[in-house]
C-alpha cells in the first residue's frame, strides 16, 4: 500500500494538462459572480499552476523583472 503512496508523491505532471485546467478554472472565474467561489477558484488555479511553473518562475521571473 505504501508503493501507491510514493507513486502520488512523484506524479509528473504535463505542462499541458496544467495549462488546460487553468484556462478552464480562468473561464469559470469569469462567470462568477460569488467574491468567495472567486476566491478559492483562484487559490486553486494558483495552486496547480504552480505544480509545473514554480521553479521556472523562481528563476526567470525575479530575472526578467529587473
Do not use: P, W
Not at 484556462?23 to 505544480?51: F, G, M, P, R, W
Request: negative net charge; glycine residues 4%; contains cysteine.
Amino acid at each position: 500500500m505504501s508503493d501507491v503512496t510514493d507513486e502520488q508523491e512523484f506524479e509528473e505532471i504535463c505542462s499541458d494538462e496544467v495549462d488546460r485546467v487553468v484556462e478552464v478554472l480562468d473561464n469559470l472565474i469569469e462567470n462568477t459572480q460569488s467574491e468567495n467561489i472567486k476566491h478559492l477558484l483562484e487559490e486553486a488555479s494558483s495552486a496547480i499552476y504552480y505544480l509545473v511553473y514554480e521553479d521556472e518562475e523562481e528563476s526567470g521571473g525575479l530575472e526578467q523583472a529587473a
